[in-house]
């Protein structure tokens, strides 16, 4: 007779639709660590321009684990959308023109709305936990480097 068990965790009993999705991620070390959830290997990084305003944001990739992302005069909003248990994004404000900041929303965030950096040449590094983005590497404070709002 099979004995049949539930899986049960800190968070209640079974799994997430959440994570669900996030058992079909594979990651290959030494491969890549840019893939899709069916294990494609796609590029290692983006380069975008950001919107001009939250409502008009730039979607980063999920299919990328780098973004390198361009303020300008006409905006620096981009927005990230849930990812997958374990996925990794970093996000590298490359480039800032006319004074704009960068401005990161992602749809689910742990530790805030969003996040901003008035300065080039600064990154952040996400990770997804199943339900929010967490910050995982980069300085974040109130008043310097990225700021979360």
């Not at 999705?21 to 069916?38: E, I, M, Y």
Request: charged share 15%.
């Amino acid at each position: 007779m099979a004995i049949k068990q539930t899986l049960t965790s800190a968070y209640g009993t079974g799994l997430t639709n959440k994570q669900k999705k996030a058992v079909n991620f594979r990651l290959d070390p030494g491969v890549s660590d840019s893939q899709n959830a069916g294990g494609t290997v796609t590029e290692d990084i983006e380069s975008v321009s950001g919107g001009a305003d939250a409502n008009n944001a730039t979607a980063l990739s999920l299919d990328v684990t780098t973004s390198l992302c361009i303020s300008s005069g006409l905006g620096g909003h981009v927005s990230l959308a849930d990812g997958v248990l374990g996925q990794v994004k970093r996000i590298i404000h490359s480039n800032r023109v006319g004074g704009a900041d960068l401005v990161i929303t992602p749809l689910n965030f742990a530790a805030g709305t969003n996040i901003t950096s008035n300065l080039q040449k600064r990154s952040v590094t996400l990770m997804y936990d199943g339900d929010n983005w967490q910050v995982i590497a980069g300085e974040i404070t109130g008043t310097a480097e990225f700021v979360i709002a």
